[in-house]
């Protein structure tokens, strides 16, 4: 029997359909072996007293490899989206915790973004500014805030919230990786109660309290190697958030201030996060301000 152009060409579609379903099977395997890894990694844990399950250092690390090494016809969005999925979903079952959310400015670009870097699994719990979604986080066992990273013009200066040893503090900065059109893009902090270990110290962030404003300030932070986040007034008065790269950020933020005419001004500590990875060629300016 002769066999046809037709015949080899649905010979040839239906070998590539096996391995599509072989390479489908494997793929939910170690999907399950990853869930075993998980349950030993949590007895483990137990004995040893405990701990949180939110690494943001080593996720920030995994990302950037993740990045790194992709290549092919799957976009960079569906790859990162589905690592973040079974990132998330995983520390869920570990220990069990909701994402609050400001959904202040609109709830659509928020909950993209939660459920892009978190999953279905975890709780979405949308709140109306960022005091309420600090007020969430400290009065739960282990949850997660998401807070927008420019702010808001009435959210005021909410990370004085942060500024007491045991208050919340940011743990995180989103999207780990930064490029262009990401589709969950907007720039976003993760707070948490204190992380004991695995924190990203890579930019730490500082609050100040000031008497006034100082013109220079932008300026010497800038000049002292870091970038003012955000200042807005509050109850008590006026106070800045300042960026600074690690470990060195507590030095630069008093250098910054004292340049600034502020030198009795101490910075508080309110957190860290990993500097995002940029995932194409940083321009100069991108270099400078990357914290």
Do not use: C
């Not at 869930?35 to 943001?56: D, H, V, W």
């Not at 990875?277 to 300016?285: G, L, M, N, T, V």
């Amino acid at each position: 029997m002769t066999t046809t152009a037709d015949d080899r060409a649905a010979l040839d579609l239906a070998a590539l359909r096996q391995n599509i379903d072989r390479i489908d099977e494997t793929v939910h395997r170690l999907l399950i072996e990853r869930g075993e890894i998980i349950e030993n990694l949590i007895a483990t844990k137990a004995r040893q007293g405990g701990g949180s399950a939110f690494r943001p250092g080593r996720e920030a690390e995994m990302m950037r490899r993740l990045v790194q090494r992709h290549t092919g016809l799957l976009p960079l969005d569906t790859i990162e989206s589905i690592w973040r999925i079974i990132i998330g979903t995983f520390t869920y079952v570990q220990s069990n915790y909701s994402v609050h959310v400001d959904v202040s400015a609109g709830d659509a670009a928020m909950r993209d973004s939660a459920r892009f870097h978190f999953g279905f699994t975890a709780p979405y719990v949308p709140h109306h500014g960022p005091q309420a979604v600090i007020d969430a986080v400290e009065g739960s066992v282990g949850d997660l805030g998401l807070l927008r990273v420019a702010g808001g013009v009435g959210d005021g200066a909410w990370w004085t919230r942060l500024t007491d040893p045991a208050a919340p503090k940011i743990i995180a900065r989103l999207p780990f990786v930064d490029r262009p059109d990401h589709p969950a893009g907007i720039p976003l902090f993760v707070v948490s109660k204190p992380l004991a270990e695995a924190a990203a110290t890579d930019v730490q962030l500082f609050a100040a309290r000031l008497d006034r404003w100082r013109d220079a300030l932008p300026d010497s932070i800038r000049e002292s190697g870091g970038r003012l986040v955000g200042n807005a007034v509050d109850e008590r008065g006026l106070s800045v958030l300042m960026a600074f790269a690690g470990p060195d950020g507590l030095t630069s933020a008093r250098r910054a201030l004292s340049a600034a005419g502020m030198s009795g001004v101490d910075p508080v500590y309110v957190g860290s996060h990993a500097a995002p990875f940029i995932a194409r060629k940083p321009s100069a300016s991108e270099i400078s301000t990357n914290v």
